[in-house]
């Protein structure tokens, strides 16, 4: 039994494969609110994202060859966006090691209230900026790109060990941001 899913042909990236000028811009102005929000929560800089964002389209469009449907075409931009982004933090040296020390221990979840995830919108969002950088990243990439956290470990070349507690600990801060917030 064969379990791949078939992605059906998008037929605007196929028309830019025929070099189609009209398609490329359709495509383009198809994803590119969807691809610069994925990578502002990864750089948290406007400028940066915008940048980031033309280039990973550049990237993609010149190599279109190289997809395949294993996935949609968003996902495949998604992930040069967010790759690209993710190389641009380690340009700036951003350190992914967790400082706090410690461990998180399994009791930890039973403390935090799911429900205060549903909460406002807006107090999530300025919680979630207030993490520092690396936790803001890992979380985002979690929670908000739907990225496993082995796929995290891998794009920042740390363990998936490190992965799961800045999470949890970003995680913990976000809420106990919301609730001081409210």
């Known amino acids: ?14 028309l830019c494969r025929e070099g189609n000028k009209q398609a490329f811009y359709d495509v383009y102005h198809r994803y ?19 940048d980031t964002v033309q280039e990973a389209f550049i990237d993609a469009f010149n190599s279109l060859d190289k997809f ?9 931009l998604r992930r ?10 380690r340009k700036k040296k951003i350190q992914w090691v967790d400082t706090e020390i410690g461990n998180i221990n399994a ?25 520092p ?8 990439l979690f929670v908000i790109d739907g990225l ?19 999470y949890h600990r970003a995680r913990k801060k976000v809420i106990d941001t919301v609730n001081a917030i409210a």
């Not at 590119?32 to 915008?50: G, P, Q, T």
């Not at 403390?111 to 406002?120: H, I, R, V, Y």
């Not at 950088?133 to 985002?140: G, S």
């Open 133 to 140: 950088e690396n936790y803001r990243v890992i979380f985002n």
């Open 148 to 166: 496993k956290q082995e796929e995290i470990a891998a794009l920042l070349n740390i363990s998936h060990n490190n992965v799961r507690t800045i």
């Open 32 to 50: 590119v609110k969807a691809m610069l929000n994925s990578s502002m929560r990864v750089l948290n800089n406007l400028a940066d994202a915008e």
């Open 107 to 131: 009791g930890d979840d039973a403390e935090l209230d799911e429900d205060d995830f549903s909460a406002d919108i807006d107090r999530i969002r300025r919680a979630i900026a207030k993490l």
């Open 68 to 76: 395949t449907y294993k996935s949609s075409f968003e996902a495949w």
């Open 80 to 89: 040069i966006v967010i790759n690209k982004s993710i190389s641009l933090l």
């Open 1 to 14: 039994m064969n379990l791949t899913v078939e992605i059906a042909l998008d037929e605007q990236v196929e």
